[in-house]
T-cell receptor, first 113, second 113 residues
Framework: NAGVTQTPKFQVLKTGQSMTLQCAQD?????MSWYRQDPGMGLRLIHY???????DQGEVPNGYNVSRSTTEDFPLRLLSAAPSQTSVYFC????????????FGPGTRLTVL | GEDVEQSLFLSVREGDSSVINCTYT??????LYWYKQEPGAGLQLLTY?????DMKQDQRLTVLLNKKDKHLSLRIADTQTGDSAIYFC?????????????FGQGTILTVHP
């Protein structure tokens, strides 16, 4: 298993540009989520999904959209990038049972100029 | 909302024990986790504890939970230079919120030879 994969690893955008961060898992996990990591603030939940076709907002959803058309993929879209979205983004997945654990991808480092 | 607090830095000598502390505010927290993040990498689950437990031991790792004080600690015995990393405490509730983790800011552990 490749586990949780994220692309790209690094990205630089200009203010106002749009892009999609990709996340995929091959473990047939129902639960997937996106976090952002900022210095001194830990990780904060952006959006999550409990299965294909179902998404919901986390703690910091503004400026981000998600969709879950398949179990494997959970892309994160930035429609109009802002410097405040400069961060490291992590995708995570789990089977979705109460005793299960989340597996994290390697992260995408995004800089918005 | 939920809040998780950690001290930001800890420095120890190789071979000593490290104790990383965490406090949380959500009394309905059901699961508490410790994650490790090495430079440039994603998060790796180290261990977790259910809220109805006081202690959990896993090789060099000991987790203590004081539910009354909402205090969680991670003790690493015989700390090695390879243990240098950022350690995150995280909590989640039960039921439908089990996968929505709230993270602390992270503790940077530095191990000196």
């Amino acid at each position: 298993n490749a586990g949780v994969t994220q692309t790209p690893k690094f990205q630089v955008l200009k203010t106002g540009q749009s892009m999609t961060l990709q996340c995929a898992q091959d473990m047939n996990h129902e639960y997937m989520s996106w976090y952002r990591q900022d210095p001194g603030m830990g990780l904060r939940l952006i959006h999550y999904s409990v299965g294909a076709g179902i998404t919901d907002q986390g703690e910091v959803p503004n400026g981000y959209n998600v969709s879950r058309s398949t179990t494997e993929d959970f892309p994160l879209r930035l429609l109009s990038a802002a410097p405040s979205q400069t961060s490291v983004y992590f995708c995570a997945s789990s089977r979705g049972t109460v005793t299960d654990t989340q597996y994290f991808g390697p992260g995408t480092r995004l800089t918005v100029l | 909302g939920e809040d998780v607090e950690q001290s930001l830095f800890l420095s120890v000598r190789e071979g000593d024990s490290s104790v990383i502390n965490c406090t949380y505010t959500d009394s309905s927290s059901t699961y508490l986790y410790w994650y490790k993040q090495e430079p440039g990498a994603g998060l790796q689950l180290l261990t977790y504890i259910f809220s109805n437990m006081d202690m959990k031991q896993d090789q060099r790792l000991t987790v203590l939970l004081n539910k009354k004080d909402k205090h969680l600690s991670l003790r690493i015995a015989d700390t090695q230079t390879g243990d240098s990393a950022i350690y995150f405490c995280a909590e989640s509730g039960g039921g439908t919120s089990y996968g929505k983790l709230t993270f602390g800011q992270g503790t940077i552990l530095t191990v000196h030879p």
